[in-house]
Structure formats: structure tokens, C-alpha cells
């Protein structure tokens, strides 16, 4: 086992990773403003409507995971169960 510390162990540089993704999405946020937009529809020239629709549309994938993993969870020796010789150590 490689025992080397990664730029990524450094808790400052996770931070600073973090602050870098916050500018980077807030100079896309402030971005529209600055072209002009040709809508299908109305609320499509909202500011900021694609970055929330975006982020809101994550937000219901994760929470839709979240709820499908309690439906489909099976135990951790579902697979191992029926097979013969699993349980013979």
C-alpha cells in the first residue's frame, strides 16, 4: 500500500477546491446575463432559469435515488444465499 499523501489529503486544498467550484457557478450564473436568449417560452428568459432548473433537477434525481434504494436494497448475501457450498467454511 502506497502510503504517499495526495494533494486531496490536504483538508486546505479540498477547501480551496470547493470555493474554486463556487466562483466557477457563480461567473456562469452572472454569464446570462450577457448574451441575449431566444426562448421558446417566456419563463426560459428568467435569470439564472437553467441553472436552477438544473440544480433542481439534481435535486430530485439524488432524493429519487434515495427513495428507489429503499425499494430494490437487498441484503448483503442475497447472492449467496441459494448458491450451494456458500455457507461451508
Known amino acids: ?45 428568467w435569470f439564472g432559469f437553467f441553472a436552477f432548473f438544473g440544480f433542481g433537477a439534481y435535486v430530485f434525481i439524488v432524493m429519487s435515488a434515495k427513495l428507489l434504494r429503499r425499494w430494490l436494497k437487498r441484503p448483503e448475501d442475497y447472492y449467496e444465499r441459494d448458491r450451494p457450498g456458500a455457507h461451508d467454511d
Do not use: I, Q
Request: with cysteine; glycine share 2%.
Open 1 to 45: 500500500m502506497n502510503d504517499r499523501r495526495r494533494w486531496l489529503d490536504d483538508p486546505r486544498n479540498v477547501s480551496r477546491l470547493v470555493h474554486g467550484l463556487y466562483v466557477l457557478c457563480a461567473a456562469l450564473l452572472l454569464a446570462d446575463l450577457l448574451y441575449t436568449k431566444h426562448t421558446h417560452f417566456p419563463f426560459e428568459a
